[in-house]
C-alpha cells in the first residue's frame, strides 16, 4: 500500500493515541476534569453561570460517552468462594450467580444516594467497596433518576461535592436526551 506522508503522519498519530488510550486506565474519565473544574468554579462564586457552566459541562460529559469508577456491592457475596491461590493468568472465572448493584451513600439526615466520582482521587478520599467498576455518567444519573433507593446523585461526594437531586436529574437527561435526538434527526 502507498500512503502519502499525511496520510501516514495520520495513521501514526492515531498509533499514538490508541497505545495511550489502552495503557491509561483513566482514559475513560479524562472529561471528567471538567466537572471537578466547574464544581470548583461554583464553590469560589456560587453563581447561576457557574451553576449552568457545570450543568452544561455533565451534558457534555454525558454526549462524549464518560464513565466513572464507581464502588459496587457483590449482592452474594460470590468473591467469597474464590479460590485465589490456585488461580494462574489466563484462567477464566465463573460467577453463576454474581450480582453487582452500585453503593449508596447515607447522607447525616438518613437519606441515600449514588456517588460519581470523576476519578480515581476523589474515589480514594473515602471508604468505598473494593469493587470498583466503569460506569457511564449516563447510567450513573439514570438511576439516580428512577431508583427508589436513592434521592438522587452526588458528584465526589468526600471532596468539593455537588448534590443532584432528581428533578435536576431529570432536567439535565431530558436536555441530554433533546440532543441526542436532534443529532438523530441531522443523519
Not at 474519565?29 to 450543568?55: Q, V
Not at 464518560?66 to 457475596?77: G, L
Not at 444516594?113 to 471508604?127: A, M, N, Q, S, V
Request: hydrophobic share 35%; glycine share 4%.
Amino acid at each position: 500500500t502507498y500512503l502519502t506522508e499525511d496520510m501516514l503522519a495520520v495513521v501514526n498519530r492515531f498509533g499514538q493515541i490508541a497505545k495511550f488510550r489502552v495503557n491509561d486506565p483513566d482514559y475513560s474519565y479524562r472529561n471528567n476534569r471538567f466537572i471537578k473544574t466547574a464544581i470548583r468554579a461554583y464553590y469560589d462564586k456560587r453563581t447561576k453561570e457557574n451553576l449552568l457552566s457545570l450543568l452544561d459541562i455533565l451534558i457534555n460529559c454525558l454526549l462524549d460517552g464518560s464513565e466513572a469508577p464507581t464502588p459496587m456491592a457483590d449482592e452474594h457475596n460470590s468473591f467469597e468462594t474464590l479460590d485465589v491461590e490456585n488461580l494462574h493468568e489466563g484462567d477464566i472465572l465463573h460467577f453463576d450467580h454474581m450480582q453487582l448493584r452500585m453503593e449508596t451513600l447515607t447522607d447525616p439526615s438518613g437519606s441515600q444516594w449514588f456517588p460519581l466520582y470523576t476519578d480515581r482521587e476523589e474515589i480514594e478520599k473515602g471508604e468505598t467497596s473494593n469493587i470498583v467498576a466503569n460506569v457511564t455518567l449516563e447510567n450513573i444519573l439514570r438511576s439516580g433518576l428512577v431508583s427508589d433507593r436513592v434521592e438522587g446523585v452526588v458528584i465526589n461526594p468526600f471532596g468539593q461535592k455537588i448534590t443532584l437531586e432528581k428533578y435536576i436529574l431529570e432536567i439535565i437527561l431530558n436536555e441530554y436526551d433533546q440532543v441526542i435526538e436532534q443529532k438523530r434527526k441531522e443523519q
